[in-house]
């Protein structure tokens, strides 16, 4: 990567697969926003570039790669996958492109070491979130593909009125509008997903479910 092509990254401003850090942060924190890059579409974190895009470069790229894999090493599992390139910026400062592919082995986790809780997150924007349990589950089960077998009955055809007259439900709605558990309408919009009748779209406040298909107008 050129300077130039660095100076047009940098102009897309930060989002869904761009994050600009002056260096590592703490090892909890980098490894959330890998993770997240990896769970959802693949991205790139340019060390060395402020928040307002202003280049200000790293002093010792290579310790800020070691920094970052060690940080991976401890508190990712599994280990996210990425590469890196080296920009000079000055004669004494870089920026380090750090590329992270979209994972074909996720969910990823944050390990947090003083519980050994595990989290998996997401990119929204430009912003590293908690993944929802039906997030997880998806990816979880994209990993081991099967044909999904489920019966239409009363609670999906209520679904199908409500997502015809209103577009979106989220698993709290669902659950209320066909009067059963959280657990049962998180269960049925996830087997609905993975028959690709739905959609998921991941949301800030709460993620929500789609029509995967539409029908043709008449």
Same mark, same amino acid.
């Given at each position: ?5 660095? @100076?047009? %990254? ?5 989002? *869904?697969? %761009? ?11 980098? $490894? =959330? ?14 060390? !060395?570039?402020?928040?307002? !895009?202003?280049?200000? !470069?790293?002093?010792?790229? $290579?310790?800020?790669?070691?920094? %970052? ?6 508190? @990712? ?11 000079? &910026? ?5 920026? %380090? ?11 990823? #986790?944050?390990?947090? /070491? ?5 989290? $998996? ?6 912003? @590293? ?10 990816? *979880? ?10 019966? #239409?009955?009363? =609670? ?13 439900? @989220?698993?709290?709605? #669902? ?6 558990? /959280? ?6 919009? &996830? ?7 739905? *959609?998921?779209?991941?949301? /800030?406040?709460?993620?929500? #479910? ?9």
């Amino acid at each position: 990567m050129t300077l130039r092509e660095l @100076s047009q %990254l940098i102009g897309l401003g930060e989002g *869904q697969h %761009l994050e600009f850090k002056k260096r590592v942060p703490g090892p909890e924190r980098i $490894a =959330k926003e890998m993770i997240a890059f990896a769970n959802t579409g693949g991205g790139r974190l340019l060390l !060395g570039v402020d928040d307002d !895009g202003s280049v200000v !470069g790293v002093k010792d790229a $290579a310790e800020e790669e070691y920094v %970052l894999r060690r940080a991976l090493t401890t508190h @990712s599992d599994p280990p996210v996958a990425f590469t890196t390139e080296r920009i000079m &910026v000055t004669k004494k400062r870089d920026v %380090l492109v750090v590329m992270v592919p979209v994972s074909g082995t996720k969910p990823h #986790f944050l390990v947090h /070491p003083e519980n050994g809780a595990r989290t $998996a997150y997401v990119r929204i924007e430009d912003m @590293s979130v908690e993944a929802s349990r039906e997030a997880v589950r998806l990816m *979880q089960a994209r990993q081991h593909p099967r044909d999904v077998l489920f019966e #239409f009955g009363e =609670k999906e055809q209520v679904l199908m009125r409500y997502l015809d007259s209103y577009g979106r439900i @989220s698993v709290t709605q #669902f659950a209320s509008l066909a009067d059963i558990s /959280p657990g049962r309408a998180s269960q049925t919009l &996830v087997l609905l997903t993975r028959a690709n009748v739905l *959609q998921l779209h991941a949301d /800030p406040k709460e993620d929500y #479910f789609t029509l995967a298909y539409h029908f043709p107008e008449k």
